[in-house]
């Protein structure tokens, strides 16, 4: 299909108005999230962590991993993942370690104080589901629905990138 051709309507609209709607929900609230994230350490008076390092450290949890598992667990989104893990070890989140087995390797985990940031976190997103769940709009049902869908869109991309190489 050219990009001149129109796609098939769905319910009187364009598909593709739908696809780009969906994009920038999912943008919105990525952004949204590390938002509230960021509100609640303020409200705490914790401001020497900013959100996508207080995510990191959420997503990491009890696990030791490498800079690169960060990303392709997913643990981490953003671009500038050497630059966080080095503030999170500066500021005593993080310990890191050379590998034995590849000294080009560093492995992370959490401190003690890494793991207080996670339960806070934590906290907030436990604090969130009790209140979803309650939604006579969303409820446990819609939101299964939601994360099917998103996964069925995560795998359509996935198979877009394999496709290219």
């Given at each position: 299909?050219?990009?001149?051709?129109?796609?098939?309507?769905?319910?009187?609209?364009?598909?593709?108005?739908?696809?780009?709607?969906?994009?920038?929900?999912?943008?919105?609230?990525?952004?949204?999230?590390?938002?509230?994230?960021?509100?609640?350490?303020?409200?705490?008076?914790?401001?020497?962590?900013?959100?996508v390092q207080a995510l990191l450290l959420f997503n990491v949890g009890d696990h030791e991993v490498t800079a690169g598992e960060l990303k392709?667990?997913?643990?981490?989104?953003?671009?500038?993942?050497?630059?966080?893990?080095?503030?999170?070890?500066?500021?005593?989140?993080?310990?890191?370690q050379r590998c034995e087995i590849d000294r080009r390797s560093v492995r992370v985990r959490l401190t003690d104080k890494g793991r207080e940031v996670r339960r806070v976190v934590g906290d907030l997103f436990q604090r969130h589901s009790e209140g979803l769940i309650e939604d006579p709009v969303i409820g446990a049902d819609r939101l299964r629905d939601l994360n099917a869908a998103l996964g069925r869109v995560e795998r359509f991309w996935g198979d877009q990138i394999r496709y290219i190489y």
């Open positions: 299909m050219s990009m001149h051709q129109t796609m098939p309507a769905v319910a009187g609209r364009s598909f593709i108005n739908d696809y780009l709607d969906s994009l920038g929900m999912i943008e919105r609230l990525h952004r949204l999230l590390l938002d509230v994230i960021k509100d609640e350490f303020e409200r705490l008076g914790v401001l020497e962590i900013n959100a392709t667990r997913g643990y981490y989104q953003g671009s500038n993942v050497s630059y966080n893990l080095k503030k999170l070890v500066d500021m005593g989140y993080m310990h890191h």
